[in-house]
């Protein structure tokens, strides 16, 4: 008896290095660690690029997938022209028509 590597729902397996109670659980996970592999390349092609905050111009983490650094994210006081620029890039409009 073990439990399975994905639903944790205890199964019986015959040979020893079956760690999945069925080919869904199997399915599934090998689904998550695509979409992590994904993740964690899109990280590395960041690793190359220098972001910018679009507030402070601080760098930005490659971890961070905001526009703003971890400091104007929860400090929104400094950073409301910053926001407006960036709902301006989500509506597709450019910044001059903001005003
Ligand atoms: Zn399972
Ligand atoms: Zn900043």
Redesign the pocket.
């Known amino acids: 008896m073990r439990n ?6 205890p ?1 019986q397996t015959k040979v020893s290095y079956q760690i ?3 080919p ?2 199997r399915d599934d996970a090998t689904k998550e660690k695509i979409a992590d592999r994904y993740a964690i390349t899109r990280r590395q092609k960041r690793q190359g690029k220098t972001r910018l905050c679009k507030s402070c111009k601080k760098q930005l983490s490659m971890y961070n997938d905001e526009p703003l650094c971890d400091k104007c994210l929860i400090n929104p006081g400094d950073v409301s022209k910053a926001l407006k620029e960036i709902k301006g890039i989500a509506n597709g409009k450019p910044f001059e028509d903001q005003q």
């Open positions: 399975c590597q994905w639903c944790n729902q199964f999945y109670c069925s869904e659980c």
